[in-house]
């Protein structure tokens, strides 16, 4: 369970985060003084801090800077009146994550703090090459001996020193988020920010202003200035997934700071100087995107200066066994349970499949399976397949709707439900809850949105039908 520290002396605010914060699964702290709260962050070490700029011994500015002084890596969102503006951006620019206002919106801070939570957590845990079970820690690795693999490690190993742009190509699931931190996380930047950007997950029309900011007056609703994950990464490195989904409108932009080391905000008129390294990801084929115009022909030269594919796990399957004993230890680990272990028979079930989802549907698929493990090493029946297909067969589909039917036929001639129309509901409402976090790769955020509800009703229904999610760290 995350920290997060909330340093403001205003304790109705205080006890507002909490509530609010606490609710969507998160564990807090709090400082009402500025003194105080440097020693509950040497102390408690919190993943991520919230820090009013005006407290009542030293100002919020001076706080952050002792505390960035100490833990350069702590992600730290300022709280700020629309007065302080300016005061706030000086502060991401000497490190800060981001800023919010007073009074906030409930879930553009919720996803803030997640955000700053992934973001701590990618720059703060090494991802490792092969990591010996009994040492595994709570690291995140890329497994495998196979000779691609191999050839991987060479190449990050040959890319970190430098600050050439790198593009990770690969399928769904291989791993290329890994790879990329792997490299920061062996580059001379290491000690400056790494920031995420997905170019599918943000829409198209908030993508432009997420990437470089904008000027206050730039559009409606733009009643301040806003810094971009550019900016905010200054010195550092930024690593956009899945870039062949970029639009054509913002190629051209994101060209110009490939070669003039330079941006402008939505709405700017001059140029900003930025030193940031990219490193750049997709599983589209960038070549047909370039053949029909949907990707700049200049923009993919320049993005390909190194290039590292990851292989897919149908392309290694001898790394398959060391990869599942990695993963159920680390499961086992995260979730403080025994690790059972996998039978022969298990194992080569797992062999004989070809993983078109790769290793993020290997990690869903043990970790169902350890899940309802009864603490036997794992049998084969427990290894199920969640195939998928453009053509699902209409039987299955309607097999599928029989079984369920059959279920609230039989609970209500049973007679021994109290309330069954609840209890059907339940039911229902259990297996779309768990269907969207399959569907969602466990990412609560994509899940609350795919079901029409909000992150901490999400969590409550989880909580309520004993729904377990880890944290999926494949990408």
């Given at each position: 369970?995350?920290?997060?520290?909330?340093?403001?002396?205003?304790?109705?605010?205080?006890?507002?985060?909490?509530?609010?914060?606490?609710?969507?699964?998160?564990?807090?702290?709090?400082?009402?003084?500025?003194?105080?709260?440097?020693?509950?962050?040497?102390?408690?070490?919190?993943?991520?801090v919230i820090l009013d700029i005006r407290l009542p011994d030293i100002s919020g500015i001076e706080v952050f800077g002792r505390i960035h002084e100490l833990y350069p890596k702590l992600p730290v969102i300022i709280i700020t009146a629309f007065g302080t503006t300016e005061t706030a951006i000086g502060a991401i620019?000497?490190?800060?994550?981001d800023y919010i206002y007073k009074p906030f919106d409930v879930p553009e801070m919720l996803l803030l703090v997640e955000k700053a939570v992934i973001a701590g957590r990618c720059m703060t845990t090494p991802v490792e090459f092969n990591p010996v079970l009994e040492n595994l820690s709570n690291r995140e690795a890329?497994?495998?001996?196979?000779?691609?693999?191999?050839?991987?490690?060479?190449?990050?190993?040959?890319?970190?020193?430098?600050?050439?742009?790198?593009?990770?190509?690969?399928?769904?699931?291989?791993?290329?988020?890994?790879?990329?931190?792997?490299?920061?996380?062996?580059?001379?930047?290491?000690?400056?920010?790494?920031?995420?950007?997905?170019?599918?997950?943000?829409?198209?029309?908030?993508?432009?202003?997420?990437?470089?900011?904008?000027?206050?007056?730039?559009?409606?609703?733009?009643?301040?200035?806003?810094?971009?994950?550019?900016?905010?990464?200054?010195?550092?490195?930024?690593?956009?997934?899945?870039?062949?989904?970029?639009?054509?409108?913002?190629?051209?932009?994101?060209?110009?700071?490939?070669?003039?080391?330079?941006?402008?905000?939505?709405?700017?008129?001059?140029?900003?100087?930025?030193?940031?390294?990219?490193?750049?990801?997709?599983?589209?084929?960038?070549?047909?995107?370039?053949?029909?115009?949907?990707?700049?022909?200049?923009?993919?030269?320049?993005?390909?200066?190194?290039?590292?594919?990851?292989?897919?796990?149908?392309?290694?399957k001898d790394d398959i066994p060391p990869l599942t004993q990695y993963l159920l230890a680390r499961f086992s680990n995260d979730m403080a349970i025994d690790n059972p272990g996998i039978s022969e028979e298990a194992l080569r079930k797992i062999m004989k499949y070809d993983w078109p989802g790769n290793i993020r549907?290997?990690?869903?698929?043990?970790?169902?399976?350890?899940?309802?493990?009864?603490?036997?090493?794992?049998?084969?029946?427990?290894?199920?397949?969640?195939?998928?297909?453009?053509?699902?067969?209409?039987?299955?589909?309607?097999?599928?709707?029989?079984?369920?039917?059959?279920?609230?036929?039989?609970?209500?001639?049973?007679?021994?439900?109290?309330?069954?129309?609840?209890?059907?509901?339940?039911?229902?409402?259990?297996?779309?809850?768990?269907?969207?976090?399959?569907?969602?790769?466990?990412?609560?955020?994509?899940?609350?949105?795919?079901?029409?509800?909000?992150?901490?009703?999400?969590?409550?229904?989880?909580?309520?039908?004993?729904?377990?999610?880890?944290?999926?760290?494949?990408?």
């Amino acid at each position: 369970m995350s920290l997060i520290l909330i340093i403001d002396d205003d304790i109705q605010l205080c006890r507002s985060f909490t509530k609010i914060l606490s609710q969507d699964g998160y564990a807090t702290a709090t400082a009402t003084s500025g003194q105080q709260g440097i020693e509950r962050v040497k102390n408690l070490q919190p993943d991520v801090v919230i820090l009013d700029i005006r407290l009542p011994d030293i100002s919020g500015i001076e706080v952050f800077g002792r505390i960035h002084e100490l833990y350069p890596k702590l992600p730290v969102i300022i709280i700020t009146a629309f007065g302080t503006t300016e005061t706030a951006i000086g502060a991401i620019q000497k490190g800060a994550y981001d800023y919010i206002y007073k009074p906030f919106d409930v879930p553009e801070m919720l996803l803030l703090v997640e955000k700053a939570v992934i973001a701590g957590r990618c720059m703060t845990t090494p991802v490792e090459f092969n990591p010996v079970l009994e040492n595994l820690s709570n690291r995140e690795a890329l497994v495998g001996s196979s000779n691609e693999m191999l050839e991987v490690y060479k190449a990050i190993g040959r890319v970190s020193s430098t600050d050439a742009t790198v593009l990770v190509r690969g399928e769904s699931g291989t791993g290329k988020e890994l790879a990329s931190r792997a490299i920061y996380n062996h580059s001379l930047r290491l000690d400056k920010p790494f920031m995420v950007v997905n170019c599918v997950a943000i829409p198209e029309t908030l993508l432009e202003s997420e990437l470089f900011g904008y000027e206050k007056g730039a559009f409606t609703g733009a009643t301040h200035r806003k810094v971009g994950k550019i900016e905010q990464a200054r010195g550092g490195t930024v690593f956009l997934d899945e870039i062949g989904d970029m639009p054509l409108s913002i190629q051209s932009k994101f060209l110009r700071l490939l070669q003039e080391n330079s941006i402008e905000r939505l709405g700017g008129k001059e140029p900003i100087d930025v030193d940031v390294r990219i490193i750049a990801a997709t599983n589209k084929d960038l070549e047909s995107g370039v053949a029909a115009g949907t990707f700049r022909e200049d923009l993919y030269y320049r993005l390909r200066v190194v290039t590292i594919t990851m292989p897919s796990l149908r392309r290694r399957k001898d790394d398959i066994p060391p990869l599942t004993q990695y993963l159920l230890a680390r499961f086992s680990n995260d979730m403080a349970i025994d690790n059972p272990g996998i039978s022969e028979e298990a194992l080569r079930k797992i062999m004989k499949y070809d993983w078109p989802g790769n290793i993020r549907e290997l990690s869903n698929t043990l970790k169902k399976s350890l899940i309802f493990n009864r603490g036997a090493p794992i049998l084969p029946e427990e290894i199920t397949f969640h195939e998928l297909s453009h053509t699902k067969d209409q039987n299955q589909e309607n097999g599928d709707i029989a079984g369920v039917q059959q279920w609230i036929r039989a609970t209500l001639l049973a007679g021994k439900e109290h309330k069954p129309y609840d209890s059907c509901l339940d039911h229902v409402a259990s297996l779309l809850v768990r269907e969207a976090l399959d569907i969602s790769n466990g990412n609560r955020s994509k899940a609350s949105k795919l079901l029409g509800i909000t992150r901490p009703t999400l969590h409550a229904k989880m909580e309520k039908y004993n729904i377990i999610c880890g944290f999926n760290s494949q990408t």
